[in-house]
C-alpha cells in the first residue's frame, strides 16, 4: 500500500513538471507566432499569407444558402449569370461552396445574390483558425 502511494506522488510530480514544460515551451512559441492580421490560404499546395485583418476569408470563394424546395436548374441559372461554380455541396441538399470565376469581389456577388429570392443568405468562406 505504502509503494502505490509512493508511486502516485511521483505520477503525480511527473505530470505537474510535464505541464509547466509545456508552459515554458508554449511562451517561446508564441513569440514565433505570426501577427494577429496574418491569414493564411492553401493555393497551389502552398500556404499563402493574406496579411489583412478585414478579409478573413477565401478570396474568389462563397458560401450560399438556398431556400428549401429549389431545383438544380434554377441554382444553375444564377450561377451561370453570376460566374460562380460549385466547388461543392456543404450541406446538403441547400448549402453550397461556390467559386467565383470572374474576378468579382466577394462582397459585390452577396450583394447582387441578395436580388435572388431563391437565395436564403450568402456569405464569404471565413478562415477559422484556434488559438
Known sequence: MRYVAILQCMMVSFV????SNLTANTQKNLKNKPQSGDI???EHKELTPLRTKKKNYVRGQILVKFKDGMDEHAIENIQRELSLKTIR?????NLYLMKILNGSS???IMERLKDFPEVAFSEPNYIVTMH
Open 16 to 19: 505537474i513538471l510535464s505541464c
Open 40 to 42: 493564411y490560404t492553401r
Open 89 to 93: 455541396v456543404v450541406h446538403a441538399p
Open 106 to 108: 466577394v462582397e459585390t
